[in-house]
Structure formats: C-alpha cells, structure tokens
C-alpha cells in the first residue's frame, strides 16, 4: 500500500493534523534556511572585523616601520631558502607567495617587487596557471627558468613554446631537467633556432640512466647565439653550443656508466670553449679508448680550476692526454681509483711537471693513493699553498710530507711545498671506528691519522715552514676536531683552527661542490622526485605507475586545477 492510498483513507482530523505539521515542517526549513543565511553573514561581519582589528595591530608591529624597499630587499633573500617537501598532498608553495599571503601591506609589497616573480620552475612548483601570472608580475625583469621534469606532454610542450620561447630574450638563466632521452629530444628542438640575447647560465640534466640504442644524434641549442653564456652545466650528452665565451663548464654524472659520452663528442663540446674556459668539473662518464693515435691535447690556456672524479676515468680516458693546462691553479680529485690517480701523478711528476709550477691548491677526496708516491710530486707542485685530503685514506700523502720535512731538518735544507700554509682534513667516518681498526691495548692512544697529524704540525714548525691554518670538515669532523684541538692544546702548538661540519642536503656526489645557482635547482628537482616518489607509495592503487631510470617510480596523476598565487 502506497502513501498515496495512506493518505486517501485518512479521516478528517488526521488529514487536518498531518497538513499542520507539514505547514510547521516548511516553516522551520524556511527558518533554518534564514539563520543558516544570518549565520553566514554573522561569519563575513566577523572576518571583515577581524581582518581589519588585525590590520591595525600590524601596523604597531616593529616590522611595519621597515620602509617598502627594505622590506622588497627581505623578501629577495628570503627566496634563497631550500624547504624540504614533507607535504605528500601537495606542492609546497615557493617563499614569494607565502609573504604575498601574510598581510595587505605585505602582499602589495610583494606584489610590486618584480624580482620577487623571476624565477619559475614549471611544472614543479608552477602550473600554467600560476606561470602566466609570475610572467605578468615579472615585468620584463630577466628571468629565471627551470622547465621539467616531466613535460614531454602536448599541452606542455605547447604551453613552453607558447611563453618560454618568445622571452627567451628576457631568460637570463635557464635550466631543463628531464627523466628521458625522448623528453630532452622533443624539448631542445624548441630553443634550437633561437638566440639568446641576455642567457649567462645554462644547465641540461637527463636523468635517464637506461643504455641508449644506438648513437645518440647531437642536439643542438641556440644556434643564433647566446654571447654573454659564461656558465654551463651539462648531463654526459652530446650537445651543441652556442657561440660563446663561457668560462665555467661541468659535466655532470647523469645518465651515468651506462652511458658514456663519447671522447669526441666531449671535444666537440670542449674546444669552441677553449679560449675562456676558467673553470672545468669532470664528473661525467667518458668513453676514452677510441683515442686517435698522435692527437695533440686541447690547449686551455685560461684554465685555473680543474675537478675531476673518478667516473671520468672509468672508461678509459686519460685526462691530461686530452687537455693542457699551463695557467692551472687547483686541482680537485674525487673518489679516483688507485690506477687512475697513479696515472695523474706520473704526468704530473714526469711527463709535463711545468704545468703545475703554478698550482696553489691540490684537493684528494677519497682516493686510492698509492705506496710508491715519491717526492717527485712536490718537486713538480712547488708552489702549493693548500692541501686538502681524507682523514685514513691519505695517509701517505701525509707520511711523505712528514719523511721530507725530516730530511730538510736533518740536512739544514728548505722542506718540499715550502709554502704550505693551509691543510684541510675530510673526515667521513667516526672517530671511534678509526680506534676500532687499530690492534691497541690502551683506550687513550691516539688514532693512527691523528697522532700523524699532530707529527706533521711539528715537523713543520721545526723546519721554519709552519702550518698557520688547519680546517676540519665533513659529516663526522665534530668529534675529530674537538680532540685535535685539545691535543694540540696539551702539546702547547699555536695555529688556527676551523671547524666545518654542516652537510649540504644533497647526495655524497654532491657534497664537494659549492652551493651556487645549480645546486638549487638540483635540490628542488631532486626533492620534487623524492615527493613523486612518496606520493606513488601512499596512494599508488589509484595511479599507472612506471619505473624511474634511476629507480624510483614516475607516476602519471590526473592533471588538477591550479591556485593562482
């Protein structure tokens, strides 16, 4: 039996009583209705009230008396924080919005300070959406750009051509990070025509470590020119320059041993820079053994600075049978094998010791040096003003400084590296493990690396050439530093000190390069894939995912709407 037929047998008292309930029913919803209105209204009177109570607190507020300007200027150097992301929901949102959202006076501060919207990071922290209004607030300052990863899309394509390419004029540093070979291959054809008029710094990163199928073609970029260029950072790709005088160029690891760049194309990247090149940082894989019998060394003439690591040599190639480097002034080596750093050292000693008479710093980060180092070396880098080198992998470095300062003593002769003033010591590993690996039977003997380098200060202040300044680094260095300085106390040596212990938030790799434009963009990419990666666990059943080159999954997330900041 249906209401209908309910209602149809109802007598006439109930049907009165069931109309005047329905009637008291509609006026109550009708009622709810109004207050839920009046409650919202309520609600807006409050926070107009509230906003502007707050707004004449502010104004008391110490940093309310900062003019405009200065506080423009705060807001510059607040941009230089690098945030972890520990949101796995969302993007963190970058430091110029957040001021923007503090207060009315803050947000037109930040609003008319063009800086404040140069740098844009599309699509890791800035959807289209977003991007179009940091084009709009810029007005016309030079630009900071930083496409990938992840943007091989049509729409994505579509958009940086759409907006990047045309202000390519107004770019002055531009950064293009991808996962693929095939995202870098459809990106770099867009800025292949185009000149660059203000571009001074360029970094390409692939991250694809998967083993190429076939020769990988040069990809080109700027060919129209990009003439004030001066620092480059590339992946180990072969790609083509523009026509510039750049003074700085690292090869980066990525896509890794997989991977090796080829030794000409490494040339065909290297010599156009010849001329200007002060600085260069080898830590890509190069493919050396397909060297032309008899080809003479690419001359830099200009160069001061020289990195290299042992992924360079792991392949074959022989970086002082490819390069010159007469004006060279510091030499960094990383993680370099015990072959390939022997190798160094004989050129170095024997073959072309002329070049180094104007070395000042000589760094050794965890090496393998060998037995036979011999004196040949400091002949060879007389000059030498600074040495840096591992706690307990150096140890002979440190035992042929100390075995030629006794002979000086012994025979009333000037030491080797005479003007040895500065020594830095690495320390990646804990005191007490060092004690660990020492057969002793007494819990105060010093550790093998400390008590050698205590003999070395003294020995030095005994032949008249003291060390005046010694500086203690790296993740482990506290503890390091703390007994070194209170032995030296004890044994009344005179020579400042420094501690150094902060650890950038990078990977190993990264822990010997110097904080600069790159490193941010490295970070932020880095921590964009890490949230990737962390998001893909939490909420994976409800995404397609893929398998990242270096091992973390890629995930395709539906595309959502944007806040304009």
């Known amino acids: 039996m249906n209401s209908t037929t309910t209602v149809s047998c109802l007598d006439d008292d109930s049907q009165r009583e069931l109309d005047d309930l329905n009637k008291r029913i509609n006026a109550l919803q009708g009622r709810r209705h109004a207050l839920t ?38 807001f510059e150097e607040s941009r230089r924080l690098l945030i972890p992301w520990s949101n796995l929901v969302k993007r963190p949102l970058s430091p110029e919005v957040q001021l923007s959202h503090v207060s009315s006076r803050w947000r037109e501060v930040a609003l008319s300070t063009p800086a404040l919207w140069t740098t844009i990071r599309f699509p890791i922290l800035h959807k289209e959406t977003a991007a179009m209004a940091y084009l709009q607030r810029c007005n016309q ?21 759409a907006q990047f390419v045309p202000r390519l004029n107004q770019i002055r540093e531009l950064t293009i ?12 054809p867009l800025f292949a025509e185009e000149p660059a008029s203000i571009l001074r710094r360029l ?64 040339l065909d990247i290297l010599v156009p820079l010849s001329a200007t090149l002060t600085t260069l940082h080898l830590r890509g894989y190069i493919s050396g053994f397909h060297q032309e019998p008899g080809s003479a060394p690419v001359e830099l003439p200009a160069l001061k ?122 320390v990646f590993e804990p005191l007490d493990q060092e004690r660990e690996d020492v057969d002793s039977d007494e819990e105060d003997d010093l550790p093998p690396t400390m008590g050698l380098l205590l003999e070395v200060v003294q020995e030095r202040k005994a032949v008249g050439k003291p060390i005046d300044f010694l500086r203690i680094e790296g993740p482990h260095a506290r503890s390091f530093y703390e007994e070194f300085t209170t032995l030296l106390m004890k044994t ?39 949230f990737m990666f962390k998001k893909h666990q939490q909420f994976g059943p409800h995404c397609n995912p893929a398998i990242h080159s270096v091992g973390l999954p890629v995930v395709a997330y539906p595309s959502t709407h944007t806040q304009v900041p």
Not at 65 to 71: A, E, K, N, Q
């Open 37 to 74: 209105l009046e409650a919202f209204q309520v609600h807006t009177a409050i926070r107009t009230l509230q906003s502007r109570a707050a707004h004449i607190t502010n104004k008391t507020a110490p940093v309310s008396c900062l003019p405009s300007d200065v506080l423009a200027i705060i």
């Open 141 to 161: 300052a030079p630009l900071n750009i930083h496409i990938g990863p992840r943007v091989s899309d049509p729409d994505s394509l579509r958009f940086i051509a």
């Open 177 to 188: 990070d991808t996962n693929e070979r095939q995202e870098l291959c459809a990106l770099l």
């Open 203 to 266: 970094r390409i990163c692939c991250d694809d470590t998967r083993s190429a199928s076939g020769v990988v073609s040069r990809l080109d970029i700027f060919k129209a020119g990009a003439p004030l260029l001066s620092d480059v950072r590339l992946s180990a790709l072969a790609v083509g320059l523009p026509q510039c005088s750049a003074t700085t160029l690292h090869l980066e690891q990525q896509p890794g041993p997989g991977n090796p760049l080829s030794r000409l194309a490494f």
């Open 305 to 426: 600075e020289l990195l290299v690591c042992g992924n360079t040599l792991n392949h074959g190639f022989n970086v002082f049978r490819n390069i010159s480097t007469p004006a060279i002034r510091t030499l960094s080596l990383i993680n370099v094998k015990r072959q390939g750093l022997s190798s160094i050292h004989k050129f170095i000693a024997r073959t072309s010791p002329e070049h180094f008479q104007h070395l000042h710093t000589l760094r050794y980060i965890n090496c393998e040096i060998d037995d036979d180092l011999d004196v040949y070396l400091p002949h060879a880098t007389s000059a030498l003003t600074e040495l840096v080198v591992s706690v307990k992998h150096h140890a002979h470095l440190l035992r042929l400084l100390l075995n030629s300062d006794r002979q000086a003593a012994l025979h009333g002769v000037p030491p080797l590296w005479r003007n040895l003033h500065t020594l830095t010591l690495r």
């Open 492 to 530: 009344h040596e005179d020579i400042s000190t420094e501690l150094f212990s902060a650890s950038l938030p990078s990977s190993v790799d990264a822990q010997e390069s110097e904080v600069d434009w790159a490193f941010a963009a490295y970070y932020i990419a880095k921590q964009y894939r890490l």
